[in-house]
């Protein structure tokens, strides 16, 4: 896939161009970095099991996110509303919250797996 070229695209295009992007995977792959620290430094494993460590991380986050669908978004703990980047009603890309020191911090001291209840 290519993205739209240009410079004054429409609203769409724009967002989809941005879903294209490097940002969006460094978005994606920077939640699971600020939640499993595993993530944080480079892997020390064979590739074997590099891809085995991804594949349960990427289950396990996918499980704590649909866990906590039920939840309103102020209230969710694993990935509250602007935790990742997003973008706003007039298509500006605002920086999701996992990108500062400070939600680190909080992830730290948050035992936010203890607290997600599997839905029914």
Request: glycine share 4%; net charge positive; charged share 25%.
């Amino acid at each position: 896939m290519r993205p739209y070229p240009g410079i004054a695209l429409s609203k769409d295009k724009a967002i989809f161009n941005y879903r294209l992007s490097r940002r969006c995977v460094e978005n994606a792959f920077g939640i699971m970095a600020s939640r499993f620290r595993i993530f944080r430094k480079p892997l020390v494993s064979s590739l074997e099991s590099s891809t085995f460590t991804v594949a349960a991380a990427v289950c396990l986050h996918n499980y704590i996110k649909s866990a906590e669908e039920g939840v309103p978004f102020c209230e969710r703990r694993y990935c509250p509303l602007d935790y990742a980047n997003n973008v706003s009603p007039d298509g500006c890309i605002n920086d999701g919250k996992w990108r500062t020191e400070e939600a680190l911090a909080i992830n730290r001291q948050s035992h936010w797996v203890e607290h997600v209840q599997p839905s029914s």
